[in-house]
């Protein structure tokens, strides 16, 4: 029996640390790009990707991203992210 996916419209994920400069970053269309690239295909309420943003002059911070919800359970080249602060776990 083969399992049916359904795209996801919509991602919501979090991210920590929650500052000013981590959302700017995330919010760039290259960055909505790049996370659509990498983490095309399934998705899964609470996953956690280990990812990066620039800081400027070449530095960049880690930055922790969870999946939050989704209407859909697959990342695909229509998906929109939505980004939402977190407090440190």
């Given at each position: 029996m083969?399992e049916t ?13 929650a500052?000013e ?5 995330l919010d760039a269309p290259s960055?909505?790009r790049?996370l659509?690239?990498?983490h ?5 309420i609470?996953?956690?990707?280990a990812?990066?943003?620039s800081?400027?002059?070449?530095s960049t911070?880690?930055v ?10 697959v990342?695909?080249?229509?998906t929109a ?6 407090a440190?776990d």
């Amino acid at each position: 029996m083969s399992e049916t996916r359904t795209r996801a419209d919509e991602v919501v994920v979090s991210f920590a640390p929650a500052d000013e400069r981590t959302a700017s970053e995330l919010d760039a269309p290259s960055y909505r790009r790049y996370l659509t690239r990498a983490h095309e295909g399934p998705v899964a309420i609470g996953d956690e990707w280990a990812e990066f943003v620039s800081c400027g002059c070449g530095s960049t911070r880690d930055v922790t991203l969870r999946v939050e919800a989704a209407d859909g359970d697959v990342v695909d080249a229509e998906t929109a992210f939505v980004f939402e602060a977190r407090a440190d776990d």
